[in-house]
């Protein structure tokens, strides 16, 4: 964070919940009357690819953040489960996969995230308002190591959103190096239809 270690006074961390950062760090400079804060989000990783999610919501939820027209709440909510499939023989009578849309909304819904990708990006990393995050802390400990590494948030938005917009092979959506996807799991319970976004932070340590 490029402060003098000599200059500081006093440092208190903060925990938060419910907000992009995870630590609010406060720290008292000598002789000055002011306190810097500094926002980290924390990622945990227990192994070499740990696949951690950064968001999760409703799509309704989404739809208030991003403004969604109807016809692309229809689809994501078809991708997830909320609506029922209508196409014949899907691959998950739960739901349908990206690629099983018709070729017309499979471009539709592509067109939609890349004009859009800048937006997501920054409110499923950073966040908005006070409590969004400046830097993310990745700790990862395994068997054989332990390390932890601290970047400013802008290099994760770079880092994570580099790369095209395009369908996977499994049918879900992959925005630069994030994952979106059903949330599934959950014992079948009704939160399994949650939209979710997942990256490996590890891939930090090699930036």
Known sequence: MEYSLTEIEYVKAIVLSGYKTDVQVQITIKLKEAIDVENLQVKLVSNLKGFNQIDKRWIDKYVEMWSIPSDITNLLKKYTGELSPTIKSPKDPRRTFVNEFSKKNQTLLLDWLKKNKTLIINDIIKGRGRFSAEWMLVAQKTEENARWI?????VVLNHF???EVQITKQGNIKIGNITM???????????AQMLQFKINPAELFDI
Do not use: A, I, S, W
């Open 181 to 191: 996807q059903r949330k599934g799991g959950d014992g079948g319970r009704k939160t």
């Open 150 to 154: 601290l970047k400013p948030v802008n």
């Open 161 to 163: 959103g580099n790369g």
